[in-house]
C-alpha cells in the first residue's frame, strides 16, 4: 500500500475541519477526492503533507509520516501539486524546474530535457522569468517542477481550476502521462471530467469525513450522492 | 571644489559599501523570517570586537576571517535556539526578542572590553597612504574596505544568482511552504542565511573598528541608519538596499562637508531679526543638520512611498 490515512483530523484554530478522515491508495493507482469548496479535501492534502498539524495516522510506504516536517515527506517520495500554483516568479522555468530536484547527485526518471520536450512552451520559454507565464502554463510547470523530484506519488491539487477546456483537456492528458509511467496520483478535483476519465477509484467528502468511495462507474450509477454531495 | 566632491564621492561609496554589507543581511533575513532583527547591527560590533581581540592575539588578517565566522556561529545559534522558538509566538515576540538581544549584547560587550573606546589600529601592512590628489593622503586602508565590500557584494550576487543554493534561497524568500514540499529543508536554510547575514554584518565590524572607533555604542549609533537604508531601499529587497546603501553613504558624506547656510547663500539676516530665534535656524550649516537627514529622507519616502524604492510590500 503506497498511502493509508486512518481517522485523520486536522483544525484551523477551533474550527474542526477534518473529521476523520480514512483513505487508502495503492501503488500504481490514481485515485480521485473529490466534493464541494469547502468540505475539507485540500486540507487533508495539506495535513498529509504537514502544512497543516495532522492528529490521526498517515503512513506513506509503511512509515508513519504524521508529525514529520515537509521537506521529510518529500524525501520519503511524496510529491505535492498545492492549488495555487506556486512557481517561483522572478526564476526561470529551468530553474524553477531544476528545484524540483531534491538530490543533484541522484537525478530521476524524469529529466529537465524529456520534461522541456513533452511540453513544447515550457521548451520555448525555458530561460524566461516563469512569473510571465499564463495560467495553464504556470499549472504545468507545478507538476513537472514536483515530478522532478521523482515523487512514488504525486498529490495534485486543483490542478483544473480557472482554466481554458482545452488547457484542462491538456493537463488531463498530462495526468493520464504520470499515471502511464507508473507514478501513484491522488486527484483532488471539484470537476468531475478528468478525474471520472483518469481515475480507477474517487473518493467523495463531505463535512470533513469520506462519504462515498467506489469506482467512477460506482459514482456515475449512484444519483443520490451525486446530488447530495457533489452537484451545485 | 573637485577635491571635496572627489574624497566625498570616495568616502560617501565607502561607507556606502559598508551599510551594504549589514543591509544586505537584514533585509534578507526580513524577507525570511518576516522580522526586522533588532540586533542585527549589534553583529556588526561583535565583528568590530572579536576582530581587535583576535588582532591583538594572532594579528588582524586572521581577525578577519576568524571574527565574522565566530559572529555567524553565534547568529547561527541565535537562530537556531532563539528565534526559532519565538516565532511559534508571532512576530511581536520575535521583534522583542531580538530588541532584547540588542541589549544583551551591548551589555556583554560593556562587561568584557568597558565602555571606552578600544585601541584597534589599522595594520601596519595598511597604514600608508594609497595616493595623494588634491593635497589629500588617501589611506590605504580606507581603500582596502572598499575592495573587501565590493568582493563580498560581487560574490553575494554570484551565490545567488548562479548557484542551486542561491536560487533555494531565492525561491525561500517568497515560498518558504512550496520550497519546503519539494525537498528542501526550509529550517536550515534559514538559519544558515542567519548566520551568514550576521558574519557580513561583523565582516563591516572588523574592517570598520580600525577606520571608525570601536567602543560598546557602535551598535546604537549605526542600527538607526541600517533600518533607514533598508526601509527606503524597500524592506525585503536586496538591489534596493544596495541603491539605499549607496545614496545614504553619499548623502551623508557630502552633508557633513558642505559649510553652507543660509546666510552664506543669501547674506545676514536684517539686524532687527538678528537677535530672534530666527538667527539660529539662518546660520545652521548643512554639515551641522547632516546627521539628520537620512532621517529626513526615512520619513519622506515613508509619506511618498512606503513600499521604498525597490520594494514591493505596502507595509
Known amino acids: ?232 | 571644489m573637485l577635491e571635496l566632491i572627489v574624497i566625498s564621492s570616495l568616502n560617501g561609496i565607502l561607507f556606502g559599501m559598508l551599510l551594504f554589507l549589514m543591509a544586505s543581511g537584514l533585509t534578507v533575513i526580513f524577507s525570511m523570517l518576516g522580522v526586522l532583527n533588532f540586533a542585527h547591527a549589534s553583529f556588526y560590533m561583535l565583528g568590530a570586537f572579536f576582530g581587535f581581540q583576535i588582532s591583538r592575539w594572532v594579528g588582524f588578517w586572521p581577525a578577519l576571517v576568524l571574527a565574522p565566522l565566530l559572529a555567524g556561529l553565534i547568529g547561527i545559534a541565535v537562530e537556531r535556539y532563539g528565534l526559532r522558538h519565538v516565532h511559534k509566538n508571532g512576530h511581536v515576540a520575535e521583534l522583542l526578542f531580538t530588541f532584547g538581544l540588542a541589549f544583551a549584547i551591548e551589555e556583554v560587550v560593556q562587561i568584557i572590553w568597558g565602555k571606552s573606546p578600544v585601541d584597534f589600529r589599522v595594520p601596519a601592512v595598511l597604514d600608508f597612504p594609497a595616493f595623494t590628489i588634491f593635497s589629500t593622503n588617501y589611506p590605504a586602508f580606507k581603500m582596502f574596505m572598499l575592495l573587501v565590500s565590493v568582493v563580498i557584494f560581487l560574490s553575494l550576487l554570484l551565490v545567488l544568482k548562479k548557484t542551486r543554493v542561491g536560487l533555494i534561497v531565492q525561491a525561500a524568500l517568497t515560498h518558504p511552504h512550496m520550497v519546503a514540499h519539494l525537498g528542501h529543508n526550509v529550517g536550515r536554510i534559514f538559519m544558515l542565511v542567519f548566520g551568514v547575514g550576521t558574519a557580513l554584518a561583523a565582516v563591516a565590524g572588523v574592517i570598520a573598528g580600525p577606520a571608525l572607533v570601536t567602543q560598546s555604542n557602535m551598535a546604537a549609533l549605526l542600527g538607526p541608519i541600517l533600518f533607514v537604508v533598508v526601509v527606503v531601499g524597500g524592506l525585503g529587497s536586496l538591489p534596493g538596499a544596495f541603491i539605499a546603501s549607496l545614496m545614504i553613504g553619499l548623502l551623508q558624506t557630502f552633508a557633513v562637508s558642505i559649510n553652507t547656510s543660509p546666510a552664506s547663500l543669501f547674506g545676514p539676516l536684517d539686524p532687527a531679526w538678528a537677535t530672534t530665534w530666527l538667527s539660529d535656524i539662518w546660520n545652521v550649516t548643512v554639515a551641522q543638520v547632516a546627521p539628520v537627514l537620512p532621517y529626513l529622507l526615512l520619513v519622506l519616502v515613508l509619506i511618498f512611498r512606503p513600499m521604498g524604492l525597490l520594494g514591493t510590500r505596502e507595509t
Open chain 1, 1 to 232: 500500500m503506497m498511502l493509508e490515512v486512518n481517522n485523520l483530523h486536522a483544525y484551523y484554530g477551533k474550527s474542526h475541519i477534518l473529521q476523520g478522515v480514512d483513505m487508502k491508495i495503492g501503488a500504481g493507482e490514481v485515485v480521485s477526492l473529490l466534493g464541494r469548496n469547502g468540505v475539507g479535501r485540500s486540507t487533508t492534502v495539506k495535513a498529509i503533507m504537514g502544512e497543516v498539524p495532522p492528529h490521526g495516522s498517515i503512513r506513506f510506504k509503511g512509515t508513519e509520516i504524521a508529525g514529520l516536517p515537509s521537506y521529510k515527506i518529500a524525501h520519503l517520495g511524496l510529491g505535492y501539486v498545492p492549488e495555487n500554483r506556486d512557481i517561483f516568479p522572478g526564476l526561470t522555468v529551468r530553474q524553477n524546474l531544476m528545484l524540483g530536484i531534491k538530490n543533484p547527485r541522484h537525478p530521476g526518471k524524469w529529466r529537465l530535457d524529456d520534461m522541456l520536450d513533452m511540453f513544447s512552451n515550457l521548451k520555448a520559454r525555458a530561460d524566461t522569468a516563469a512569473g510571465v507565464l499564463s495560467g495553464g502554463e504556470k499549472q504545468m510547470l507545478t507538476i513537472c517542477r514536483t515530478l522532478m523530484g521523482d515523487p512514488e506519488l504525486v498529490m495534485i491539487d486543483e490542478p483544473t481550476e480557472g482554466l481554458a477546456p482545452i488547457i484542462v483537456q491538456q493537463v488531463g492528458d498530462l495526468i493520464a502521462e504520470i499515471a502511464r509511467r507508473g507514478v501513484s496520483i491522488l486527484l483532488v478535483e471539484q470537476k468531475l471530467s478528468i478525474a471520472m476519465r483518469i481515475s480507477h477509484r474517487v473518493y467523495v467528502m463531505g463535512h470533513g469525513q469520506i462519504v462515498f468511495e467506489g469506482t467512477p462507474s460506482e459514482l456515475k450509477d449512484n444519483e443520490a450522492i451525486r446530488k447530495e454531495w457533489l452537484e451545485v
